[in-house]
């Protein structure tokens, strides 16, 4: 969570600059001011370099913040926001002044990616229903990898997706195969039974896999987020429809 002293400094820093992006660092649970070196600091922030070697020194980076302004800039943070967050594995922090809302992601924190809005015990089945659709943070394979770290406590790796989720629609992208033989997953022979905890890879545009569900009990019931309007949600997994956009599943080997 954000804490009042920390969100009391990012208030008054956009306060005094309020029409461009504000940013700036924590450290040790104290926010440090950044300049804006975008050249557009309307519409983006980039930290200097040099200015935060100066801020840090020898200690650690635990988050990194930054302010929209504008109505109609988003609420959350962007695509390119969670990638730089996983990639240097901070926590990011966004103020939308406008809104006086806030976001924050947390990229240790596989099973609540969105933990200022996602409530309940992530060892529910509940907990994972209705998230909304955010490519690489609360897409269908971010999902699984919240779900088998909720409630199987199995961590998952992720793997880079880009910024787009245009990208997984290409008939060159294939990084789901790629990716679960590495975080050891195997496929099922043929004529293997699926089980509780086995991952469903489907196509649903007919061209590469780029969806995946999980099959949560013995009856079949599987639980994915398709994206669109839809939020995540149960299904029954079987019937023409579903069998046929399947073109393989999964086993962790946990469960051999």
């Not at 901070?90 to 976001?103: G, M, N, P, T, V």
């Amino acid at each position: 969570m954000i804490s009042a002293y920390i969100k009391e400094h990012i208030i008054e820093h956009a306060k005094e600059f309020p029409e461009q992006e504000v940013c700036g660092v924590i450290v040790e649970d104290v926010p440090y001011r950044c300049t804006n070196a975008a050249e557009n600091k309307h519409e983006a922030f980039v930290i200097e370099p040099d200015e935060l070697d100066l801020i840090v020194g020898y200690n650690d980076i635990q988050g990194v913040y930054h302010t929209h302004w504008k109505t109609e800039q988003s609420e959350y943070l962007s695509p390119p926001d969670i990638c730089n967050a996983k990639s240097s594995k901070i926590k990011y922090i966004l103020y939308h002044s406008a809104f006086e809302s806030w976001d924050l992601f947390d990229p240790a924190n596989l099973a609540n990616p969105f933990p200022l809005f996602i409530d309940g015990s992530p060892k529910e089945v509940n907990y994972y229903l209705k998230w909304p659709f955010v490519y690489n943070r609360t897409d269908c394979f971010s999902l699984l990898r919240a779900y088998y770290k909720g409630m199987l406590d199995i961590s998952l790796p992720d793997f880079p997706r880009g910024f787009s989720l245009q990208e997984t629609t290409s008939s060159s992208w294939n990084l789901i195969e790629e990716n679960f033989q590495k975080a050891n997953f195997r496929k099922l022979e043929f004529g293997e039974l699926h089980q509780k905890n086995d991952v469903i890879v489907m196509s649903l545009n007919n061209i590469q896999p780029h969806h995946v569900s999980i099959i949560i009990d013995d009856n079949n019931t599987g639980l994915h987020n398709l994206g669109g309007e839809r939020t995540s949600e149960l299904f029954v997994y079987g019937g023409t429809y579903w069998k046929h956009a399947t073109r393989y599943i999964c086993r962790h080997r946990s469960f051999e």
